[in-house]
């Protein structure tokens, strides 16, 4: 009977120490939540986490140590298309106490330093690159400190506008190619005039670009809103540096030239919003789509009556 006891003492232990352990981390092939009080003992461990899913997120309670986040799609790529695949990281409000690099073979890159973090940066890198390495701060009380981000795998070359995924200008104009593949690719094309720039607030960097839609060709979520039957508008998020580049086209100020030209605008959807990719006066388009038309290099159909 002792003998009996003594198992299911030893049973019961078990089993809280594997519970202790299962309410340190729980993860699923998206999205991964972990505490860095597993490392307490050991503040220079590094934890392995791998992550399956086209967009997930990510929260490191009392950062310690550090965590080698490895991103892949969650289908069978085919040959070489991982080395075309990028990861975009959004972080949390409330993220302090890491900063995240991107890792390979021991050499790292800065991706998003702690103040970049707090002021809501998104970054971008290749996969090609490495992984994400996010290495927590020398801090005597971890009890407030957090890390935490939202990701999403992109494909494609070209960076978003605003996403340092190059450093390749973001304000620079698209090729043709570009733009004509952009409208095949790009997760919104819409056709519509600018009503005004406004500053972001909280990111220096940043600038929204006020668009009054005439027609909607294509979006990925609903980033453009109805206002009646057939007006839409929506709000493009630009480097400030190209917003003042739109600005100084006038000498009225954007004010009195916003509405006067349409534009076609093309772009990714990140995080819920709509970022700038490639863009061009829409009279100019027209001429550059027939031309491509005619010459049969036009990579899809879009319908400009």
């Given at each position: 009977?002792?003998?009996?006891?003594?198992?299911?003492?030893?049973?019961?232990?078990?089993?809280?120490?594997?519970?202790?352990?299962?309410?340190?981390?729980?993860?699923?092939?998206?999205?991964?939540?972990?505490?860095?009080?597993?490392?307490?003992?050991?503040a220079r461990d590094v934890e392995q986490v791998y992550l399956r899913c086209s967009e997930g997120s990510l929260e490191w309670?009392?950062?310690?140590?550090?965590?080698?986040?490895?991103?892949?799609?969650?289908?069978?790529?085919?040959?070489?298309?991982?080395?075309?695949?990028?990861?975009?990281?959004?972080?949390?409000?409330?993220?302090?106490?890491?900063?995240?690099?991107?890792?390979?073979?021991?050499?790292?890159?800065?991706?998003?330093?702690e103040e970049e973090q707090a002021a809501g940066r998104v970054r971008c890198f290749s996969l090609n690159e490495g992984a994400l390495f996010v290495q927590?701060?020398?801090?005597?009380?971890?009890?407030?400190?957090?890390?935490?981000?939202?990701?999403?795998?992109?494909?494609?070359?070209?960076?978003?506008a605003g996403e340092t995924l190059s450093t390749t200008d973001p304000c620079t104009p698209c090729t043709d190619d570009e733009i004509l593949m952009a409208v095949c690719t790009s997760d919104f094309v819409v056709r519509g005039s600018i009503e005004s720039?406004?500053?972001?607030?909280?990111?220096?960097?940043?600038?929204?670009?006020?668009?009054?839609?005439?027609?909607?060709?294509?979006?990925?979520?609903?980033?453009?809103?109805?206002?009646?039957?057939?007006?839409?508008s929506g709000r493009v998020r630009v480097p400030r540096r190209c917003a003042i580049q739109v600005e100084q086209r006038s000498d009225s100020g954007v004010g009195q030239w916003a509405g006067l030209e349409e534009f076609l605008f093309t772009g990714a959807v990140r995080f819920g919003e709509a970022r700038l990719g490639c863009a061009l006066q829409y009279r100019d388009f027209l001429l550059m789509y027939q031309a491509a038309v005619e010459s049969g290099r036009n990579p899809c159909h879009m319908d400009v009556n």
């Open positions: 009977m002792m003998r009996m006891r003594k198992r299911m003492i030893c049973a019961l232990l078990v089993a809280c120490l594997c519970a202790s352990a299962v309410a340190q981390y729980s993860s699923d092939q998206c999205s991964w939540r972990g505490s860095g009080l597993t490392h307490e003992a050991h309670l009392y950062p310690t140590g550090a965590i080698i986040v490895n991103l892949r799609p969650n289908t069978f790529p085919e040959a070489g298309a991982e080395t075309r695949l990028s990861a975009c990281v959004k972080p949390r409000a409330d993220t302090r106490g890491a900063s995240m690099y991107v890792e390979r073979a021991g050499v790292m890159r800065m991706l998003l330093s927590a701060s020398t801090h005597t009380d971890i009890s407030k400190r957090v890390t935490a981000f939202q990701y999403e795998l992109i494909r494609g070359e070209r960076a978003t720039v406004v500053e972001d607030g909280d990111d220096e960097q940043q600038a929204s670009v006020l668009v009054s839609v005439s027609r909607l060709y294509r979006q990925k979520r609903r980033v453009f809103e109805g206002r009646g039957r057939s007006r839409w």
